[in-house]
């Protein structure tokens, strides 16, 4: 039995909720308290709802985000059915702006905005005590870390072993670029590295193989940086990996030369490019320098084992679809692992707003509430990049078509040698075959690649049936697919020993978070 419980449905099993674990560690006296539950998005609400009430909470605490907030609209309204007098308290991104049209709203007691690590600890300390607090919406300053209990032990051994553990040295950003909430974050705080350094090391001592570090801008402070993967670097051993998301164009020879020392594999950035049109850059207030981001990226992947990872916005005001592809084709060359294209999102609260007039913007109402059409780009053509995006995640990203990606561009035979426009040209043909974005397994995904090389690019069949089978023995399989034995003589279709070091590329896919934003509930 606990008084209160912390609780938010995440995304997916694997991930933990990085910010309950602050509030859970910032309770003081309250602590025990409390418990934590945390469920996913595919659990029904009604279960939900049964294991929150079999802890008999006199208040629960939830994070709601775009990915959990219609759901957890349900939850609660389940929850206030069963148990009326239940004080529900919510927290999170979803709930911290424009709080006053939403339903989840409507249905809780109190709504904390902002980051609630000390003051939902207060809050309850006043409901425990018959003293409710006078207003529903409760606002919540920015706390300094050296006000913070660090949250790292409520991370169980299971979570180490089997799911993905964050960690952070800073928060806050000083960009001001109007689709992020991270922009509201100013002033960035830092963590003090002596106690960051001590509960790594705590956490490395029980045996976490995996740090994804949540800082929008871990690079911005060179020096604390240069500390932590000095840190990293220096207890590195077979089989650790650190993710760091880093601000593209900021990359000094004194961080160059420490991430160059890392062995392939380690190391994960994650860098935000959003887009190469720089007036777009100028109109939604992101201050970037592409001549030195370009640099940057040709450093990481020409003199480092860095896996990088990068991303892409489609649906900004005033990118027309030839600047999106201009930008995508000039992101490919430059080489990185992965490039994630998002769709733009509307994020309550977000600055983005204000361009909705001028540009036309009609978002969709609902989570993750994506843009359906704008001034230059209409809802079929928004659908046709939304797709683009998907099926570029299933073959461009996934690390099973390493060889057979480019083929579509850079065949003998291909109409097109922009990378975007020959990959929308296979997207659209295999919306048509398939009819469906998710769920087409491999074996199937292999085949449609093989029919269009062939019919389509004219490709000859041994040389896409060459590129199939090369990346299909890249994930460690021993089987021969059926469909490359007419096109490949048997003593060709022998496995070959597993690439190690594609193993672990898909693995580092696979454990991928997108959207995540940094709130603690």
């Not at 160059?256 to 890392?262: E, L, S, V």
């Amino acid at each position: 039995m606990s008084d209160i419980v912390l609780s938010t449905l995440n995304a997916k099993y694997i991930h933990t909720a990085f910010g309950l674990r602050y509030l859970l560690a910032n309770l003081g006296a309250l602590r025990e308290r409390a418990c934590l539950l945390e469920f996913d998005i595919n659990q029904r609400p009604t279960d939900i709802a049964e294991a929150l009430l079999a802890r008999n909470p006199r208040i629960i605490g939830l994070g709601v985000y775009i990915w959990n907030a219609s759901l957890t609209t349900e939850l609660v309204a389940t929850l206030k059915r069963l148990q009326p007098g239940l004080v529900i308290v919510l927290g999170g991104p979803e709930v911290s702006y424009e709080t006053e049209s939403q339903p989840v709203v409507q249905l809780a007691d109190y709504v904390i905005t902002g980051e609630a690590d000390l003051k939902f600890g207060e809050v309850c300390g006043l409901v425990l005590k018959g003293a409710r607090p006078a207003n529903k919406i409760i606002h919540a300053g920015l706390p300094e870390f050296s006000d913070l209990a660090l949250p790292y032990d409520f991370y169980s051994d299971d979570d180490l072993a089997h799911r993905v553990v964050y960690v952070e040295a800073s928060r806050g950003c000083p960009f001001t670029c109007e689709f992020c909430l991270s922009s509201l974050d100013i002033p960035v705080r830092q963590v003090p590295l002596p106690r960051l350094m001590e509960q790594l090391t705590r956490l490395l001592d029980r045996g976490l193989k995996r740090f994804k570090f949540v800082d929008r801008t871990f690079n911005l402070n060179a020096e604390a940086s240069r500390s932590i993967l000095e840190f990293c670097l220096e207890h590195y051993q077979p089989g650790l990996f650190f993710h760091f998301e880093m601000v593209p164009d900021r990359l000094p020879e004194s961080l160059r030369d420490i991430i160059a020392r890392f062995p392939p594999g380690a190391l994960q950035l994650e860098v935000g490019v959003q887009t190469f049109n720089e007036q777009v850059s100028r109109l939604i207030q992101r201050r970037q320098n592409y001549a030195r981001l370009g640099e940057n990226l040709h450093f990481l992947r020409s003199q480092t084992g860095v896996h990088l990872h990068t991303d892409l916005i489609a649906g900004l005001p005033g990118e027309t679809l030839e600047s999106f592809a201009a930008g995508f084709d000039r992101l490919v060359a430059l080489g990185p692992h992965e490039i994630q294209v998002g769709i733009l999102k509307r994020l309550r609260g977000t600055p983005i707003a204000r361009h909705d007039a001028e540009w036309e913007m009609v978002y969709n109402p609902n989570p993750p509430y994506e843009i359906l059409r704008n001034k230059l780009l209409d809802f079929p053509t928004v659908q046709r990049l939304r797709r683009f995006a998907r099926y570029w995640d299933l073959v461009g990203n996934s690390g099973n078509f390493v060889a057979t990606t480019p083929l579509l561009w850079s065949g003998p035979s291909a109409n097109s040698q922009s990378p975007f426009h020959a990959f929308m040209r296979w997207s659209d043909w295999l919306h048509q075959r398939s009819r469906r974005t998710d769920g087409i397994a491999l074996p199937r995904l292999m085949g449609f690649l093989l029919e269009y090389l062939t019919a389509q690019l004219k490709l000859e069949a041994k040389v896409a049936a060459e590129a199939l089978w090369s990346d299909y023995q890249r994930g460690g399989r021993k089987d021969r697919p059926s469909l490359l034995r007419a096109f490949l003589p048997a003593a060709e279709l022998k496995p070959r020993p597993a690439r190690a070091a594609g193993l672990k590329r898909q693995a580092r896919h696979r454990a991928q978070v997108s959207d995540h934003l940094n709130y603690p509930l």
